[in-house]
């Protein structure tokens, strides 16, 4: 990949810096590990058995930890560490949420989704045998390779997995880590998500259509979950999909009221989204812990607007 900088329609060249050691590149993420994957920084170097953790964070979205482990170099397994390191995660639950209570001061009584675990592997560069060894669509690494430059950027690249192959299908009668470990973590797609909930096939035409017209924005992707499906520009939510059998309940947040560690601590709203909703589509709903705007999407008679409402949200976030 070459890279330039411009400064008055001239181009210059771009050099990548490498990392002397993978603890750089451990404290760069952890210092900005919203930023880059959208989690929460819990804890550095967390010791648990005869493992230890590079980095243990918290996905706020799903309510699930995220380990993130760094390399430098490629002669280790992505698999056989990935698997064994969840498996310790989910043996060990209590140690975890100790953890996360000692290092954010909170009560243990926090809600943990254990089928969220995932882990994020770090590293300038994988090789094509690490590569393969995740290409399934059902597990729980991302591989994400990480380059810095003279200019003082930097780049995150994610390996996509383009497979249809289930690695239950592999582990198929083995009563193996992984095995043990697919038994409680998942990994689900849309229509994972829209059986699950038992969605009527008109919902289930509709949310398709939905998607394919906004499937072209930039940085768009989705994100299924077991009850719902939620719309991300980027690493950023603007949209959830609560799907029942005969509609959506689609809900876009304004603005939180505390903040999503577990605290509960009352914020100041620094970012508070109001939608431009002149038809009054959407109603206002709202708890103790957040705002938002809510309607039941149930046909495709006002798409056209239902979609400028989302696209709203949508630029918020550009």
Do not use: A
């Not at 909703?277 to 708890?287: A, I, Q």
């Amino acid at each position: 990949m070459d890279v330039y900088s411009k400064q008055n329609k001239k181009l210059n060249s771009v050099e990548i810096i490498p990392f002397k050691k993978e603890k750089d590149i451990q404290d760069l993420v952890e210092q900005n590990s919203m930023t880059l994957f959208g989690v929460d920084f819990v804890s550095s170097e967390f010791t648990i058995g005869e493992f230890r953790i590079d980095t243990l964070c918290f996905d706020h979205d799903n309510n699930s930890f995220v380990i993130i482990e760094y390399k430098k170099g490629s002669s280790y397994s992505v698999i056989d560490q990935g698997y064994s390191y969840l498996s310790k995660m989910l043996n060990n639950k209590d140690s975890f949420i100790l953890e996360y209570c000692k290092k954010k001061n909170v009560s243990v009584d926090v809600e943990v989704d254990w089928s969220e675990s995932r882990i994020i592997f770090v590293s300038p560069s994988f090789n094509s045998y690490q590569k393969n060894s995740v290409n399934f669509q059902d597990i729980p690494f991302e591989l994400w390779e990480i380059k810095q430059f003279s200019n003082g950027s930097v780049v995150l690249n994610q390996h996509i997995s383009r497979s249809n192959q289930s690695i239950k299908k592999v582990t198929k009668g083995k009563e193996s880590v992984i095995q043990k470990v697919n038994k409680e973590v998942r990994v689900l797609n849309e229509e994972d998500t829209l059986n699950n909930k038992k969605v009527s096939e008109n919902i289930r035409e509709l949310y398709y259509s939905l998607k394919e017209r906004i499937s072209e924005w930039e940085d768009f992707n989705t994100n299924p979950k077991s009850n719902y499906i939620s719309f991300k520009r980027n690493k950023k939510v603007f949209v959830f999909l609560n799907f029942r059998k005969n509609y959506m309940r689609v809900h876009i947040l304004s603005y939180l009221k505390t903040k999503w560690d577990g605290t509960r601590e009352k914020v100041s709203p620094s970012n508070k989204f109001v939608l431009d909703d002149p038809k009054k589509m959407f109603k206002t709903w709202e708890n103790d812990y957040k705002v938002l705007y809510s309607y039941d999407l149930k046909d495709d008679k006002n798409l056209d607007y239902f979609i400028l409402m989302l696209k709203q949200k949508f630029d918020n976030f550009g």
